[in-house]
């Protein structure tokens, strides 16, 4: 599991520094989200969001690989998306 969570924090610091966007500032509540991405990740290769139930189906899931469909409206919305990986690169607190 060590290997599959530091594949998913390089995907994510990797992916911030691409899109402008930020890590979760609290590293604690970062780590829970990373190793739930880990997690999916093992049980079923596509690192699913931990905050979106899996189906099984593979084309009602797809939208859930994270970065998520929904995760640029709900950073603008919110200053952060769902699970609270990805956060605006202005946002002040949690």
């Not at 780590?31 to 899996?54: D, F, I, M, S, T």
Request: charged letters at 35%; proline letters at 9%; one cysteine or more.
């Amino acid at each position: 599991m060590d290997e599959e969570l530091q594949r998913v924090r390089t995907f994510a610091e990797r992916y911030v520094e691409r899109s402008g966007l930020r890590l979760n500032p609290d590293e604690e509540e970062l780590e829970v989200v990373l190793k739930g991405l880990a997690h999916n990740r093992a049980r079923y290769g596509p690192q699913y969001c931990p905050c979106r139930p899996v189906t099984g189906n593979p084309t009602e899931d797809r939208p859930k690989i994270c970065p998520c469909e929904w995760h640029e409206e709900e950073i603008e919305e919110e200053g952060h998306c769902h699970c609270r990986l990805f956060f605006e690169p202005s946002a002040q607190g949690l």
